[in-house]
C-alpha cells in the first residue's frame, strides 16, 4: 500500500507544481504591482516553501510526507485566504476584485489551491499508514568492513 500512495503523493506533486507556475505566470501577466508588498513578500516565502516541497516530494526524499503536510495545508489556507475571501487584510487580493482578472486568474488559484490540498492530503496518508516514528529512524551507520 506504501507504494501506492507514494506514487498518489508523487501525483500530487506534480499538480502542485503545475499550479504554482500557473498561478505565478497569472501574477507575471499582472504585474508586481498588482498586490501589496505586504503580499508580494509573503507570496515569495510561499513559493520558496512550495519549491522545497516539490523537491523533496519529486526526489522521493524520505521527508517528503512530513513537509508536505507541514507546507501543504497552511499554504492552501493562505492561498484561499488571500484570493477568495473578502478583502481582510494587506495580504487579500480577491479574484474578483483584480481589474485584469480573467478565467485564467480563477483556475490558476484553484489549481493552486487543488495542489496544495492533494500533497498536504498525500503526505499525510503516508504518515498514517507508516506512523509519525518511522521518519525519525534514519539508519545512518555504515556497514562493517573486513
Known amino acids: 500500500m506504501t507504494e501506492r500512495r507514494q506514487r498518489l503523493l508523487l501525483a500530487a506533486g506534480v ?65 484561499f485566504a488571500a484570493h477568495w475571501l473578502p478583502e481582510w487584510s494587506v495580504l487579500s487580493d480577491p479574484l474578483w476584485e483584480i481589474e485584469s482578472t480573467s478565467w485564467f486568474s480563477y483556475v490558476a488559484s484553484t489549481l493552486e489551491i487543488a495542489g496544495a490540498l492533494a500533497v498536504g492530503l498525500g503526505g499525510l496518508a503516508i504518515i498514517r499508514e507508516r506512523g509519525l516514528a518511522s521518519f525519525a529512524q534514519h539508519d545512518t551507520t555504515l556497514p562493517e568492513t573486513r
Open 15 to 79: 499538480l502542485f507544481a503545475v499550479g504554482s507556475a500557473v498561478h505565478t505566470v497569472d501574477h507575471l501577466r499582472r504585474g508586481q504591482g498588482s498586490v501589496t508588498d505586504e503580499l508580494y513578500w509573503m507570496g515569495n516565502l510561499a513559493l520558496v516553501m512550495q519549491v522545497v516541497v516539490v523537491t523533496l516530494v519529486l526526489t522521493r526524499h524520505r521527508l517528503a510526507p512530513l513537509a508536505a503536510v507541514a507546507a501543504g495545508f497552511p499554504l492552501a489556507l493562505g492561498f
